[in-house]
């Protein structure tokens, strides 16, 4: 008797091992997630939207572009200007729930900044203007 | 007669043994096969997905659509691509599979008689092009009427006719796997 009970408890061992090796198995084949294919997509989302926001003629503001706009505000034009447009077009582009920061240098100075985004994907497009370098990023991110 | 009947009870130990790693093994079986099942649709799916994340990378630089490797899509090329895409329809099967590829206009934001109206040659020839319409249909390809999973992205559309720049969506919706 006391052998039959002790083969038993054996093999409860042997099957408690067996389903725990399977939980175990299950849990690592679902941790293989699409992490970085969203993560590609953010980086195109930005990239696109600096690249859109760049280009886009402003109707508001007598077909300017965000372009026209750097511009003036680093001869110390005006820049709240600048600053609405950006409001304007990533008000009307982003997803909702999207935020962003957006930064505006030239020659290496910056001239420009709006946004409390501090994580996320930065994309970064450059121009040359009556001579001078500028540098644009943009940074999106989900609230 | 003693040793006969321990001898019985053996037996009928190791049947049991045996019966018991027969059914766990089954049942390991059952769960692994119905696991591997699931794991392969779920392995469809993101082979679809990357699929289609591929392709809208891809298409603003498309040479029907982009204007000339600039990083933006030419609106005037949309209804040409239309009719190549009617005349050669397999070819561009194989490249884009079970898809359905639309481009919306979101800057300046439509008017609310445009949203979600489809661009055509009638609406393109009117005066009032492009405020007449904000949506192209691209690409189409759904024949067995699924249901999709949809993935976009920014594009700066560029109109060549008032040499303008706005802003729109291009949307893929996929469909489940990668068949063609």
């Known amino acids: 008797m006391k052998r039959a009970q002790s083969e038993v408890v054996g093999l409860l061992v042997i099957v408690v091992i067996l389903i725990f090796m399977g939980v175990i198995y299950l849990g690592f084949a679902n941790l293989a997630g699409n992490g970085s294919l969203s993560s590609q997509r953010a980086g195109m989302e930005t990239e696109n939207a600096l690249n859109a926001l760049v280009r886009v003629n402003l109707e508001e503001y007598d077909g300017k572009t965000v372009q026209d706009l750097v511009v003036e505000c680093a001869n110390r034009i005006d820049c709240d200007t600048l600053g609405y447009a950006l409001n304007e077009v990533y008000g009307a582009i982003l997803r909702p729930g999207t935020d962003f920061s957006f930064w505006a240098k030239m020659e290496e100075e910056e001239i420009y900044s709006v946004g409390v985004c501090s994580i996320g994907v930065v994309s970064s497009y450059v121009f040359v203007r009556d001579g001078n370098y500028y540098e644009l990023r943009l940074r999106l991110c989900n609230e | ?180």
């Open chain 2, 1 to 180: 007669m003693i040793k006969n009947r321990r001898s019985q009870v053996h037996v009928s130990e190791t049947i049991l043994v045996l019966f018991v790693v027969i059914v766990i093994l089954m049942m390991g079986v059952v769960v692994y096969f119905k696991f591997s099942v699931e794991k392969n649709k779920d392995l469809a799916e993101e082979l679809s997905e990357e699929q289609a994340t591929i392709m809208l990378a891809k298409a603003v630089g498309l040479q029907e659509l982009s204007c000339d490797g600039t990083g933006c899509i030419d609106t005037a090329k949309f209804l040409p691509f239309k009719r190549v895409l009617g005349e050669d329809f397999d070819m561009y099967r194989r490249i884009f599979g079970r898809k359905k590829i639309t481009i919306t206009e979101i800057y300046p934001v439509p008017h609310d008689s445009a949203i979600d109206v489809e661009c055509d040659v009638i609406k393109y020839i009117q005066m009032e092009y492009p405020e007449n319409c904000g949506k192209w249909t691209i690409y189409d390809y759904n024949p067995e009427n699924e249901l999709g999973a949809k993935i976009s992205t920014i594009v700066s559309l560029y109109y060549p006719e008032f040499d303008e720049y706005r802003v729109g969506r291009l949307e893929i919706e996929h469909y489940g796997d990668i068949r063609r």
